[in-house]
């Protein structure tokens, strides 16, 4: 079978790529026999890759194409493929590869303008083995679209990406059975980890092409707007919008994720969460944009509540979304009789158990 280069303009949607396609830092952004869709040529034209590899008849129907959402799954997990691979090296007493780390906020960024598939991917996300890596790029994407919502530029939604992926490196130094440690740690434990911001800071502090903001954001992701946070306890503007931004996008991540030990809550009830606990603790204008703009996502999906009535979310009150209004057939679903168990079809994101779904913030 000839093997033809063929430039991505003139790719048909459907086309299989023979060999592997890779950015000009040689992240792979396709695998051989990928299918294109017209995403995925748009993507590629906004990176600069020019052609790809094809044999000439290798084409399919359009109904078997990649879609945009499995798109934003090949990143996510090329992703979390990386930075593995970036704190092995560095727990191994490995330079921190800053390079990578760039490539990867490129890959990420493709994203950008795909909020609805990349909520759809990590909410759908269910790799509670490989917590540590997974948690850094979830938490890079999610601080990728709050800086997005805030209407930031480019290159500082870029710059808030790498704080993203590299705000937890301080955690390769603290042993893994504090780390993974299920339930509440003990007071010395709970010292040990909250180093990690240190520890992360004191890793990238002398490399000159690391920004000043984003080491700020390694350091401060864990402090607090009301002074309750950690390692300084500095508050309010004393903390980096950027430090702001991972904050919020970590806790998030954290309270929705399963983790080996409990099951991640669903969406709502982290929305209450926040406006209970995090209230007071977290930049209220970064809080109210992140949760503003994300529980509009959530409209469509199907629900199931605690009392076994099923429904799907019609609307969501911007100012009131922890209520959002869900149909069953013709008939509203009062939510005072019931609280929402688990969101979206297939998904097993439960309401908090009272004793396997502690929120700490300290973490
Ligand atoms: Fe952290």
Not at 167 to 194: A, F, R, S
Request: hydrophobic residues 40%; glycine residues 6%; negative net charge.
């Amino acid at each position: 079978m000839p093997r033809i280069r063929m430039l991505v303009s003139q790719c048909e949607v459907g086309t299989i790529i023979s060999e592997d396609v890779r950015s000009y830092q040689g992240i792979t952004l396709l695998t051989k026999d990928s299918i294109l869709n017209q995403y995925i040529i748009d993507r590629l034209t906004e990176m600069g890759i020019s052609y790809v590899w094809t044999n000439s008849s290798d084409h399919v129907e359009a109904d078997l194409k990649l879609t945009n959402k499995e798109l934003v799954e090949v990143s996510h997990e090329e992703a979390v493929l990386v930075v593995k691979q970036v704190l092995r090296d560095l727990s191994t007493g490995g330079k921190l590869n800053y390079h990578k780390i760039t490539q990867l906020s490129e890959l990420v960024y493709v994203s950008v303008n795909d909020s609805v598939n990349v909520i759809k991917c990590l909410n759908d996300i269910r790799d509670k083995d490989e917590y540590t890596y997974t948690h850094c790029v979830n938490v890079a994407f999610y601080s990728m679209l709050i800086a997005k919502w805030l209407s930031l530029p480019k290159a500082e939604i870029e710059e808030i990406i790498q704080a993203g992926l590299m705000h937890d490196i301080g955690k390769v130094l603290i042993p893994d059975e504090i780390l993974n440690k299920p339930g509440k740690l003990l007071e010395l434990e709970l010292d040990i980890m909250q180093r990690h911001s240190l520890i992360g800071y004191h890793c990238i502090k002398n490399i000159t092409e690391i920004s000043d903001s984003i080491k700020e954001a390694v350091l401060s992701h864990h402090e607090r707007v009301d002074g309750s946070g950690y390692p300084y306890g500095i508050r309010g503007d004393q903390i980096d919008l950027y430090a702001k931004i991972i904050a919020i996008a970590d806790v998030y991540d954290a309270m929705t994720q399963d983790r080996v030990y409990k099951k991640g809550v669903n969406p709502f009830v982290a929305f209450e969460m926040f406006l209970t606990l995090g209230l007071g603790t977290f930049d209220i204008d970064v809080l109210n944009v992140f949760l503003k703009n994300l529980a509009v996502n959530f409209t469509g999906l199907n629900v199931i509540l605690e009392n076994g009535e099923h429904g799907e979310i019609v609307y969501i009150p911007p100012y009131e979304i922890t209520k959002p209004i869900i149909l069953n057939g013709s008939n509203f679903i009062d939510l005072s009789r019931s609280r929402i168990k688990s969101v979206g079809a297939g998904t097993s994101k439960t309401l908090c158990k009272e004793d396997s779904c502690n929120y700490q913030i300290a973490h």
